[in-house]
């Protein structure tokens, strides 16, 4: 896994991509306000010295497929964020491996500006613009003026349809989220009373604390909401959404990559978010915490200093 | 109330410089104080000047529905003598996280100072509803509110924690009411939680009510007890989710006087109370002290043991008025033995776990009954079917008084609905949520048009609407013409473009609050309700085709509302139509203290 990974970095092999297979296919072609950090496997600019992973954080699990590329969509999204036809040149796929906070498979827009046309990109439908509004819904619902502006993104392969009826739309059914996350809990109690089962398999929901530095509060997101860790991200944005500073705050921080997304994990560690594949994720985190750039140095020591002298 | 009006002896003329006549502002105010209903004492502050004065001075209760729309310094110096203040803040559709948090997270401070500075020397009692209120808010409240303010209510409320609660607790010492109901607390370290229960001050307390049901940490029993124990006039009890019925019914032995009880759990627990614990013992705590004539109202039931349940039926549900059962799953096999009972129902809240069969079970029991809601116990659009059609009808057959139904199901049909209009005269509001969006009439495949026609056509005294379905344009063609008293609306998914929205605005002359989401509406609609707007209290549109040119038009030729356009999509997926708008007449122009999502126009 390391080996295969650093060999990558060092070859600057456009066509290899290490790929998780995970459910979700979306992939943003902009950075978002909450990042997560690249595996640990490859970071500085030059192509030389390979760092050994920081403490804490638990290799990555070996790649379940290895694709070339090109241009077929396969649903796999591109997990540590290393595109195979951006021009193939050996900076940008370095720059693919060094420390950005950008999740993975995102481009940052400053980073790759003509990244964005050719990478591998599985946009959501449109819908997605409410979260994951359906579609597929019958034309009284079209015409909302929700069309992408023309840049590239409108040549992106279509997503795969989803099945319709799966679809769930922000505030729809129009119940208070307490109500429906209390529900899911009694319900979820009297089938696993019914099954005799282990109440966490097949459990309905997956609540964990999010906390941000900043904030005045915590809040719950519910981890089965999200297929992926792109959704997750879009999902805490949204929520933290009043705490961007500035005239337009998220950009700013987008810009900083100032956030970064950390987990606490079944052992009680602090992981950077981004590092397992999602599933596995989701079984271990027991809380979030939306850390500030500057505070994360602890857990990624040398990756810190590295970004600094990435930053412009 | 109007009658009075034309009693009193019309003012007197002045000739030069009229003398204050003390004597009929002493009567004029003496007889304004009969006058309660807001509309009378709107209309009778609009007579003249000296009516004016004296309404203002009289006017006890205060309603400010929109807290953006009057600052606290204007209100306090009209109605410097309010005793009770309502305030309301955030839209409904805030409820279902389409606003993003933080849209005016410091509207209340203001209120909060000047209540702090004694603006309002008389208050008593002040009710929020989804309003932030911050725990330094209510430290600053708790520490400086006159000792004769006594109710504190919190309705959808948001921004604070135990640590406000226990500062409202220590410092107001006559505190006759504290309800925290279906508010979403800041979640706290477990380690961090405040005991507000134990911050009460020593000795008997003056609580009449006290209602946490929606307080997610444990609350320590012994301290809750102790709390229970000293207030001897306590009548309003709702704990929450963590007390197990063993502890219930030690809280019950200390409150014979109860009326309304939120019942926590409703389950035996693991406590040295619950050693022991057997049906008889609740029976007897349901029966004892006549609470089976007092008990009026029943919540609660946050983890139902169904078997309990049905033991208190002989005993609590004859003299039931209300009854929510809206966080208890129960089968219609649990619900009939106890629905039986409850003849003298008013007001039901319900799972639709009861399925059809459970709710004509209830309709043939409760023919009082006059606000049902019936909630889905899986809210997804592809949940599993519990209740159909056949409830609603069955409902409408039973309950022909009924004022006020919540529906949510999966499909409808249209001839459901024409039956409820024609057995329900008396309806006031209506509430359909068929949770598949666009859903047709699925037996005729037709729209849901007729039945929402004949809705508005038959239920005359109709003030409140909420559609849902496979709507066109002929639906709110319906509602415009025949919607006269409708004064709430919320349209969702639904219309087929702007002449939808044109009849509702041109058509619905007492239209108050307007709520729209994703409906394929544009400026062209927008704009033909230019005439109404300033008789509105506010008109929210989101996901609809409207433009900033659009809402730039509105905002020009209308310079009272504050029209605000929210962005609540993250950056990365934001378009250039307009997201929401929210608008809403102010006397104070816009706020400034708006977050970056937001622009005011």
Same mark, same amino acid.
């Given at each position: ?68 590329? $090109?241009?077929? $969509? ?24 060094? #420390? ?5 498979? /995102? ?40 069309? !992408? ?24 059914? $129009?119940?208070?989220?307490?109500? !429906? ?132 | 109330? *109007? ?11 002045? %000739?030069? @410089? ?41 006017? +006890? ?30 839209? &409904? ?31 008593? *009692? ?36 135990? %640590? ?10 006559? #505190? ?78 200390? @409150? $014979? ?40 109202? #029943? ?13 208190? =039926?002989? +005993? ?9 059962? *809206? ?60 209740? *159909? ?26 001839? =459901? ?10 309806? !006031? ?7 598949? %969006? ?18 508005? %056509? ?11 379905? &496979? ?20 349209? =969702? ?16 002359? !007492? ?32 996901? /609809? ?19 605000? #356009? ?36």
């Amino acid at each position: 896994m390391h080996s295969t990974s650093h060999e990558q970095s060092k070859a600057s092999n456009s066509h290899a991509l290490l790929c998780y297979s995970l459910q979700s296919s979306l992939v943003p072609a902009a950075a978002t306000t909450f990042a997560l950090p690249l595996p640990p496997i490859a970071i500085k600019t030059t192509s030389d010295q390979l760092h050994s992973p920081p403490l804490l954080i638990p290799p990555p699990t070996p790649p379940v497929h290895v694709l070339l590329l $090109p241009m077929s $969509p396969p649903l796999e999204h591109d997990y540590i964020g290393l595109s195979a036809a951006a021009g193939g040149r050996a900076d940008d796929d370095l720059k693919g491996t060094e #420390l950005r906070l950008g999740l993975p498979g /995102c481009e940052s827009p400053d980073r790759r500006p003509t990244a964005a046309a050719t990478t591998l990109e599985l946009l959501p439908a449109k819908g997605a613009k409410r979260g994951f509004s359906d579609e597929a819904v019958p034309p009284a619902a079209g015409g909302k003026g929700k069309e !992408k502006s023309g840049d590239e993104k409108d040549k992106k392969v279509a997503a795969p349809p989803q099945p319709a009826a799966k679809a769930q739309v922000v505030g729809w059914p $129009p119940i208070r989220s307490y109500r !429906k996350n209390t529900m899911a809990t009694t319900t979820n109690q009297l089938k696993s009373s019914k099954e005799d089962s282990d109440a966490k398999q097949g459990q309905e929901f997956l609540y964990v604390k999010v906390s941000m530095d900043g904030a005045p509060y915590l809040r719950k997101v519910d981890l089965k909401t999200y297929k992926n860790y792109k959704e997750l991200s879009v999902g805490l944005e949204k929520m933290f959404i009043g705490f961007s500073t500035g005239k337009d705050g998220v950009s700013e921080n987008k810009k900083d990559g100032e956030y970064v997304l950390t987990y606490e994990d079944k052992d009680g560690d602090w992981m950077l978010v981004g590092d397992v594949p999602w599933e596995m994720f989701t079984e271990s985190c027991r809380r979030l915490r939306v850390m500030k750039g500057s505070d994360a140095v602890g857990l990624a020591a040398p990756r810190a200093a590295d970004k600094s002298k990435i930053k412009n | 109330m *109007s009658e009075e009006d034309e009693d009193q002896a019309p003012p007197k003329r002045p %000739r030069a @410089t009229p003398p204050p006549d003390q004597v009929l502002d002493n009567v004029l105010e003496t007889v304004l104080q009969f006058l309660a209903a807001p509309r009378d004492r709107s209309a009778a502050s609009l007579v003249c000047c000296s009516w004016h004065r004296a309404e203002s001075a009289t006017r +006890v209760s205060l309603a400010v529905r929109n807290i953006l729309a009057a600052s606290p310094a204007r209100a306090a110096r009209r109605f410097p003598n309010a005793h009770h203040i309502l305030l309301k803040g955030r839209p &409904r559709f805030a409820d279902f996280n389409l606003l993003p948090p933080g849209w005016a997270g410091s509207a209340f401070r203001p209120w909060a100072a000047a209540f702090a500075s004694a603006a309002f020397p008389a208050l008593r *009692s002040l009710s929020l509803k989804r309003i932030t209120v911050t725990d330094d808010d209510l430290d600053l409240l708790a520490r400086s509110l006159p000792a004769s303010f006594r109710e504190l209510s919190f309705l959808l409320c948001d921004g604070f924690s135990s %640590r406000g609660l226990a500062s409202i607790a220590s410092h107001c010492r006559g #505190l006759r009411v504290l309800d925290v109901v279906d508010c979403e607390m800041n979640e706290e370290e477990d380690d961090e939680v405040s005991d507000w229960v134990a911050a009460f001050p020593r000795g008997a307390t003056n609580l009449e009510s006290l209602c946490f049901e929606c307080f997610t940490p444990q609350v320590p029993f012994a301290a809750l007890e102790a709390l229970v124990a000293r207030s001897p006039r306590l009548r309003r009890l709702g704990v929450n989710q963590h007390v197990s019925l063993g502890q219930l019914r030690r809280l019950m032995a200390l @409150t $014979p006087h109860l009326t309304h009880l939120g019942t926590g759990a409703f389950r035996p627990g693991d406590g040295a109370e619950d050693e022991g614990l057997d049906l008889g013992q609740i029976l007897t705590a349901f029966s004892s002290a006549g609470r089976a004539n007092t008990l009026v109202s #029943l919540s609660g039931f946050r983890d139902l043991a169904p078997e309990y349940l049905l033991s208190i =039926a002989t +005993v609590a549900a004859a003299n039931l008025t209300s009854l929510d059962l *809206s966080y208890a799953p129960v089968t219609p096999d649990q619900f009939l033995p106890f629905i039986a009972q409850c003849r003298n129902l008013e007001t039901l809240w319900v799972l639709d776990s009861v399925r059809d069969e459970g709710l004509d079970a209830m309709a043939s029991f409760c023919k009082k009954l006059q606000v049902l809601r019936v909630l889905p116990l899986d809210a997804h659009e592809d949940a599993d079917e519990l209740v *159909s059609e056949i409830g609603l009808a069955a409902i409408s057959e039973g309950c022909r008084e009924l004022r006020s139904i919540l529906y949510f199901c999966q499909r409808m049909t249209n001839a =459901a609905v024409i039956t409820m209009s024609q057995n329900c005269p008396e309806l !006031k509001v209506f509430r359909l949520c068929i949770m598949g %969006r666009h859903q047709p009439d699925h037996m005729t495949g037709e729209p849901m048009d007729e039945g929402f026609g004949a809705i508005v %056509r038959n239920c005359s005294k109709l003030t409140r609407l909420s559609t849902s379905g &496979r709507l066109t344009d002929q639906a709110f063609e319906y509602i415009g013409k025949y919607g006269k008293s409708v004064r709430t609306l919320s349209v =969702a998914f639904a219309g087929d473009g702007d002449l939808a929205l044109q009849h509702l605005l041109q058509g619905c002359s !007492k239209l108050e609050k307007l709520e729209i989401r994703d409906c394929p509406f544009g400026d062209a609609g927008l704009l033909s309700g230019m005439h109404h707007f300033y008789n509105m209290r506010f008109v929210w549109m989101s996901g /609809c085709n409207l433009t900033l040119q659009g809402c730039k038009e509105v905002a020009r030729r209308l310079p009272r509302m504050v029209v605000e #356009l929210v962005n609540s999509q993250p950056e990365s997926e934001r378009t250039d139509g307009v997201d929401i708008l929210y608008m809403y007449r102010s006397l104070e122009g816009p706020r400034e203290d708006v977050p970056p999502f937001v622009k005011i126009l």
